[in-house]
């Protein structure tokens, strides 16, 4: 008998080529999420919301800083073009 996985971490890297363009992330699906647990790796305070998310309205997320979430999913963009962002996501039934 096999059951579903309790969690799954994801380690992200995107290079954003449009500054003030949102990604949702992450793009796996575990079944019934109930939790994210976010951390930024990279050097760039990058901002997180809905789908509409922007730096005016997007909370920020600082270099080295974590955060944790009950949410299917979220979207992240960084002020920067060309910038390679790097965030480690664990995601929890």
């Given at each position: 008998m096999s059951?579903?996985?309790i969690y799954d971490c994801v380690s992200v890297e995107l290079e954003?080529?449009?500054a003030n363009t949102s990604y949702r992330i992450p793009t796996t699906t575990l079944t019934n999420k109930k939790l994210f647990v976010?951390?930024?790796k990279?050097?760039?305070t990058i901002?997180?919301?809905g789908?509409?998310?922007t730096v005016d309205i997007g909370i920020?997320?600082?270099p080295g800083k974590m955060f944790s979430l009950r949410a299917s999913g979220l979207y992240f963009i960084c002020p920067q073009p060309g910038k390679k962002i790097n965030i480690?996501?664990?995601e929890l039934q």
């Open positions: 059951q579903d996985p954003l080529v449009s976010v951390y930024n990279s050097d760039a901002y997180y919301g789908h509409n998310v920020p997320l600082e480690v996501i664990l």
